[in-house]
């Protein structure tokens, strides 16, 4: 069984900053991708950035120069630094993971950003 768990979230002012946890009941690196997404209220489920197993990243337009994914040293954790976060920011986010054709999802954290 596959699990994400996310821990990270909080309220935050905006220009500052947070940094998502995700960890993983697998290897990141037995995933083919993993990611994160975001939804606001009355909105759909978004990507905001991903990595593949061989470490190439991309990103939202919305984010890029402000958020980073990155894999963790102990290999079953990937992160989001975001910096700079701005009230449009707010959200749950979700970590996702593609494991040998199964996608599966985190329950989510809040992220609010006050103005």
């Known amino acids: 069984q596959v699990q994400l768990v996310e821990s990270g979230g909080g309220l935050v002012q905006a220009g500052e900053s947070l940094r998502l946890s995700c960890a993983t009941s697998?290897?990141?690196?037995?995933?083919?991708?993993m990611g994160w997404y975001r939804q606001a209220p009355g909105k759909q489920r978004d990507l905001v950035a991903g990595?593949?197993?061989?470490?190439?990243?991309n990103y939202a337009d919305s984010v890029k120069g402000r958020f980073t994914i990155s894999r963790g040293n102990a290999k079953n954790t990937v992160y989001l630094q975001m910096d700079s976060l701005k009230p449009e920011d707010t959200a749950v986010y979700y970590c996702?993971?593609?494991?040998?054709?199964?996608?599966?999802w985190g329950q989510g954290t809040q992220v609010t950003v006050s103005s």
């Open positions: 996702y993971g593609n494991y040998w054709g199964s996608d599966y």
């Open positions: 697998n290897s990141i690196f037995s995933f083919n991708a």
């Open positions: 990595i593949t197993s061989n470490g190439i990243t």
